[in-house]
Structures are given as C-alpha cells and as structure tokens.
C-alpha cells in the first residue's frame, strides 16, 4: 500500500469513528417528555425545535367557575417510565398555585425522572431582611420548590438562570437537585458577530455584578460603577476602568425599573464612551417599564446601542417584540441541553 493510500486510510478510519461516536453520543441522550405553562408556550417550541429528543406534551388550563384551577394532563399514562419535564413561568403569584399543582403531581406518574425548567426564580429581588419581622418570600419559594415529590427516578432536578441572590442557592432543600445555569454564553456569542468587537468592554453596575459575572467574561476589559449615598439619593459613578472611546456593555442579571442602567449610562458616556449597550438575563420591567428604553422616547433613543435580554419572561418577550434597541437572546439551546443532564 502506497504511503498516500495509507494516509488516506488513517482519514477514512478516523472520520469513521468520529461518526460511530457522534452516533452512540446521540442513542445515549434521554427522550423528554416537555410540559410547559401557557405563558411558556413559544419557548417551549423553541426548545423542542433544539433536539428530535424532547416532544411537547399538553395540559388543559381551565378554571372552576369559582376561580379555582381545573386542570388535566393530556396522555398522563403514555408517560410512564419516561423522562418528563415542565417548563414553568412564576411570573405572578396568581399563576404559582395551578402551575405548583400540577409540578407536585407529575413525579407521581410514575416517571422515571423528572426536571423543574424556571428560567427565572422571580422572588427576592427586592429583598432586604433589615429588621425583625422582614419576610424572606424567596426562602419560602425554595422551600415549596424543595417539596416536589421524588420521581422513581431520585430528586427532582431544578434549572434556573441568574438567581438574584447568590445566597439563594443555599436556601432549597436536599430533596431536590438545583442546576444553576447562566445566559451569559449567549451573550459572548452575540458579542462576537457585532461591528468593532474589539472595541467592546464590560460594565458592571455595582460590585455584586461583577463578583458573579466578571469570571465569565475576563476575555474583555471591564469597567465597575458603584453607588454612592448623597443625601436621601444614590448617585451611580465610575469605581475603576476607562471607557473613553468603546463600545461599553452593561451587563446584570435583571432589570425592573431600568433607572440603575440609565444612570450608568450616563455616567459612562460622560467619561468619553463611543457606545453603551445592556444585558440583563431576566428582563423583567414591570408596568412596561421597558418602554423607557425604545428608541421612539426622546432623549433615550441615543442612549443604548443595543439592550440584549433572554426569553426568560416570556410576558416581557411578548410585548417587547422587535421594538429597538431589545433583542431577545433564547434560552432555548441552553435548557434543550440541560435537559440531557
């Protein structure tokens, strides 16, 4: 045999068992059975569009005339011994009650595992335990979560993006598995494809921010805002870095108000910088707060170059459709994967 058969042989064999494995990696993913809230039901979609392994499956959302929840989970014995999951939007209290019915009740189908999807744990946010009698609601929402049912299969297994709070994490019992995943990868990526990347560097509102992110992002020089108390106001200004002449982005974990993001970015582009721009995981602006934002507002519209969020409030998604300067970064990718964990 020639040398450059044999070469060519070695290549044959190699890409041969690279296909094996790819095939053997895909036999040995799990087929996931999604359920999902209604609020939830674009993202779901999207996630079943990620992999041929999860199939979408139904409930019927219905009300009593007294208000109280009527609901059915459609094909609830062709689940048995399968792998389920729910994909779930705690987005007010009114919808926790029908959502934590059926999420206690699909462990005990008989399943052989079962996973929580909450994008977005929404409570303690606003949080501040200063004084005897302050209730910790996010303590309280980890610990019903922490009483799902264990499946045949072990615990539940819990994904969240971005909890608020560090702390948090520790506040869910050992009845249940929390997977604590972030949408900070699709930031990066997105990073990558705009114009001048290299001209981009992060800003962080406050030290907390960057304590949790500025790991993930140490590929790009980074800026660090603090507040400051003058009088009954905090005033935001520049702790450490130089933005002058780049494209600054801000990044956090979640917005409500935004007035903390406006600030910053008045702050920076008064020290010379070209562009701002913004990413929060969890854009939750309530009372369609976001509208402060688009570029239809005077005085705003030159603000942000861009104002990237995931879909992970989905009501957010829905009324903030296309408007500039938001771009929706999905989660759908992320959890698809988390999914096989």
């Known amino acids: 045999m020639s040398e450059n058969a044999a070469n060519n042989n070695n290549i044959f064999m190699e890409k041969n068992q690279i296909c094996k494995e790819a095939i053997v990696s895909e036999l040995q993913k799990k087929k996931v059975h999604l359920f999902y809230c209604l609020e939830c039901e674009e993202l779901a979609r999207n996630i079943a569009a990620e992999s041929d392994h999860i199939t979408l499956q139904s409930i019927n959302w219905r009300s009593f005339a007294d208000g109280f929840p009527n609901l059915f989970i459609n094909n609830a014995h062709q689940i048995r011994g399968q792998h389920v999951a729910f994909l779930a939007s705690f987005s007010s209290p009114a919808v926790i009650f029908e959502q934590i019915s059926v999420i206690y009740l699909l462990p005990r189908l008989f399943v052989a595992s079962f996973t929580l999807v909450l994008p977005f744990f929404p409570t303690g946010s606003f949080e501040r335990m200063e ?69 981009v560097i992060v800003a962080f509102p406050d030290d907390g921010a960057w304590k949790r992110f500025h790991k993930l992002l140490d590929q790009y020089p980074t800026v660090v805002c603090t507040k400051v108390r003058e009088g009954d106001k905090r005033i935001v200004r520049l702790k450490e870095g130089n933005p002058a002449g780049c494209h600054v982005v801000i990044v956090d974990d979640l917005v409500q108000s935004g007035g903390t993001l406006i600030e910053c970015q008045k702050v920076l582009a008064a020290h010379g910088a070209a562009k701002v721009s913004a990413y929060v995981t969890h854009g939750v602006f309530p009372n369609s707060s976001w509208e402060r934002f688009t570029h239809k507002n005077n005085g705003v519209e030159e603000a942000f170059a861009y104002f990237w969020i995931t879909d992970s409030c989905p009501q957010t998604v829905k009324s903030i459709g296309n408007k500039a300067p938001f771009e929706v970064l999905s989660l759908a990718g992320s959890i698809a994967d988390a999914l096989q964990i």
């Open 131 to 199: 004084e005897e009698g302050d209730v910790a609601t996010a303590f309280t929402m980890a610990r019903i979560v922490s009483n799902i049912p264990i499946s045949r299969g072990g615990p539940t297994s819990v994904v969240i993006y971005d909890i608020h709070a560090l702390q948090e994490r520790f506040y869910f019992a050992d009845q249940v598995l929390p997977l604590f995943e972030t949408g900070i990868p699709l930031l990066t990526k997105r990073l990558q494809q705009i114009p001048e990347t290299e001209k």
